[in-house]
């Protein structure tokens, strides 16, 4: 018992700072307790725990393979679902405290519950390692230095506009590296990768802890962006164009209602993404 217990220690302090079953009243003085009393709603549950920025994931890779007129693999879906919940549960438990003076209902809710969510983390990220490890050896050395820009994304967002760039960039080139555009260069997928990116800026941009100054303008811009890029591909990827005017409604909605700001971009994004692949 005792080996069990250094071992996950270990483990733990490694990953995330901490024993995720310890909640130490000097970290719990960080979190605003007044921030919520009522219980979450079951789309904050969703977005919290990062599940909703998974399913985003998700909807966008089918979006994609759908603007090239291709299936979407299970494991490659998979790869993605379980990625982002590893990768975005791992960020927000180890950022817990300066995460707290930015969206202090998320934190409060990564607080009580971290023990669970960093469960959560630690299994998908051990399913995606085993989803890669049996994958093609290119796709996997394309995504390591994107899985290693998320495991270090604590370090790197303290600049909200280039946080918001390196994020967009990342998730564009992941969901062009599961759809295997090295193999086939299927057409205009130079244009499909600044429509994903414009669309994801404008989320990106608006959403989270560390918004940029003005992110509503921004935000906008780069969904108008997205949309006319869209309106030039071919019958099947201008589908795509459903993407970009939700990530518009995303951050206007967002602008509108500062609470929803972590929770407005993604729903939204997810929404444009399925109804992309759907129109397809």
């Not at 270990?10 to 979190?31: G, H, N, P, Q, T």
């Not at 309106?231 to 206007?252: E, K, M, N, V």
Request: hydrophobic share 45%.
């Amino acid at each position: 018992m005792r080996l069990g217990r250094r071992i996950y220690l270990k483990i733990s302090i490694a990953l995330f700072k901490s024993d995720i079953f310890e909640k130490s009243e000097s970290e719990w003085s960080r979190v605003d307790r007044t921030s919520r009393e009522k219980p979450y709603s079951f789309l904050e549950v969703l977005s919290y725990s990062s599940t909703l920025s998974a399913i985003t994931g998700l909807a966008l890779l089918l979006a994609t393979n759908a603007s090239f007129n291709r299936d979407s693999s299970l494991t490659t879906l998979s790869i993605v679902f379980f990625g982002t919940l590893s990768i975005y549960n791992l960020d927000r438990i180890r950022d817990l405290t300066r995460d707290t003076l930015h969206t202090p209902g998320r934190s409060k809710f990564i607080f009580r519950h971290k023990g669970k969510l960093g469960i959560l983390c630690f299994g998908s990220g051990a399913l995606t390692f085993s989803l890669l490890l049996f994958s093609e050896l290119s796709m996997t050395l394309r995504l390591l230095p994107i899985i290693l820009l998320g495991v270090f994304h604590r370090r790197l967002k303290t600049r909200p506009f280039w946080k918001s760039i390196y994020v967009a960039a990342g998730w564009a080139a992941t969901l062009l590296i599961l759809t295997d555009i090295s193999s086939t260069s299927p057409k205009d997928w130079e244009k499909t990768a600044l429509v994903l990116f414009f669309s994801l800026f404008a989320n990106t941009s608006i959403s989270g802890a560390f918004a940029i100054q003005r992110s509503s303008r921004t935000a906008i811009g780069s969904a108008i962006a997205a949309g006319l890029i869209a309106c030039t591909l071919d019958p099947i990827g201008r589908c795509l164009i459903l993407l970009a005017i939700f990530s518009g409604i995303g951050a206007l909605w967002a602008h509108q209602s500062k609470y929803h700001r972590s929770i407005a971009p993604d729903c939204t994004l997810s929404i444009g993404a399925a109804l992309s692949w759907l129109a397809s």
